[in-house]
């Protein structure tokens, strides 16, 4: 592990959002639940369609498809799709999560989300987990807005460009993307291993650049990871 510095300085800790701070597949549940109420409700199913869902995604089968051919609906996969990533999650902060950020925040650490997606699909998952409790307005990267997508050094630069005299740390749980460009601007790299609900399985058989310097197996051990000594109040968001 790297050497922690002697100073003072502000450490700045930045968070993927998907199979990081929250599980993908409750975004998942989710969405199946609001559009297997819709079609109960227009469309006067005489069974819930949810269940079934869940099966066929198990499954690997195209849910959609399957779903809109057993009903005989003709309904576009396009409007379902929009339902999907559009809809309002019914999701929240797993208790360890809260309870890491607000150590995080309590300590001193400013915190940062970087995530790829759609604008909306992101943002009503930031609105539905009461991110914005953590993260200040100007420290939220979402790709589709932002212009690029990990593993582009621009979207982690945004963060040294606002905190110039800063250390850095980001946390994440894809090798693939997440890693690269934080471990060449000289961050702290923290992967969060998959705990067998993440939907994409985690691959380390990558050049090294792309892997994290530490692998944590809950998010509260990032907590051992970060120099929490900065004493300045974060009471207020900078501008």
């Known amino acids: 592990m790297t050497p922690y510095s002697s100073d003072l300085r502000r450490e700045v800790v930045v968070f993927d959002l998907d199979d990081t701070l929250c599980k993908e597949i409750d975004f998942l549940r989710s969405a199946f639940r609001a559009i297997a109420d819709r079609l109960l409700r227009d ?86 987990l ?22 582009c050094e621009a979207n982690y630069a945004h963060f040294v460009r606002r905190y110039p005299d800063a250390t850095f740390a980001y946390v994440g749980d894809n090798p693939c993307k997440d890693f690269l460009a934080p471990n060449r601007l000289g961050w702290r790299t923290i992967c969060l291993l998959d705990d067998g609900r993440n939907i994409h399985r985690q691959r380390f058989d990558l050049p090294a650049e792309y892997l994290p310097q530490i692998s944590i197996d809950s998010i509260e051990r990032i907590i051992h990871h970060i120099r929490l000594c900065t004493t300045e109040s974060t009471s207020a968001w900078p501008t």
């Not at 999560?97 to 790829?116: K, S, V, Y």
Request: proline share 7%.
């Open 130 to 151: 009461g991110l914005d409790a953590f993260v200040a307005p100007d420290d939220i990267v979402v790709s589709e807005e932002f212009g690029s997508e990990k593993p």
């Open 43 to 128: 469309h006067r199913l005489d069974a819930d369609p949810y269940p079934r869902m869940l099966d066929l995604h198990a499954q690997g089968a195209d849910v959609f498809g399957t779903i809109d051919r057993i009903y005989g609906l003709g309904i576009p996969p396009a409007e379902y799709l929009a339902h999907y990533r559009n809809h309002r999650p019914r999701i929240a902060l797993w208790p360890e999560t809260r309870t890491t950020l607000e150590t995080l925040r309590a300590r001193g650490c400013t915190i940062g989300l970087l995530t790829d997606g759609r604008s909306v699909t992101q943002r009503n998952k930031i609105a539905a």
